[in-house]
């Protein structure tokens, strides 16, 4: 599976974005789809998940209410909406895949296999 995220850019805060990852590459249903952030100077973390076949979410407690994950099967991508943006969103952020089957979205870094170039998302105030 090869990825490529894309829909970074510089926004004030209060404003939106989307972020986009398109795979390559089989997935399968069991796959789940990650987004991933890591601002300067911190470790990278759990931003949202998806279940590729079916709807179920997670998300960090920090984006929730704000930040919407997505997918569309036919085109094999992975969307973030982000509204509301943060200054303290300031990270590259990443999508990735874990291609384990689990019964639960994981949030743990080291269990997604194929990761993304990252796209920087920079929130002014």
């Known amino acids: 599976v090869q990825l490529q995220a894309s829909g970074g850019g510089l926004v004030q805060a209060g404003e939106s974005l989307r972020l986009s990852c398109a795979a390559s590459g089989v997935i399968l249903g069991t796959y789940i789809m990650g987004w991933f952030r890591q601002a300067p100077g911190k470790e990278r973390e759990f931003v949202a998940g998806i279940k590729w076949n079916g709807d179920t979410t997670y998300y960090v407690d920090s984006v929730k209410g704000r930040f919407t994950i997505s997918r569309d099967v036919a085109n094999k991508t992975v969307y973030l909406q982000m509204n509301n943006l943060r200054p303290e969103d300031t990270a590259i952020y990443y999508c990735?895949?874990?291609?384990?089957?689990?019964?639960?979205?994981?949030?743990?870094?080291?269990?997604?296999?194929?990761w993304g170039q990252g796209t920087q998302v920079t929130v002014s105030s």
């Open positions: 990735a895949v874990d291609v384990t089957v689990r019964s639960t979205i994981s949030n743990v870094t080291r269990r997604y296999e194929h």
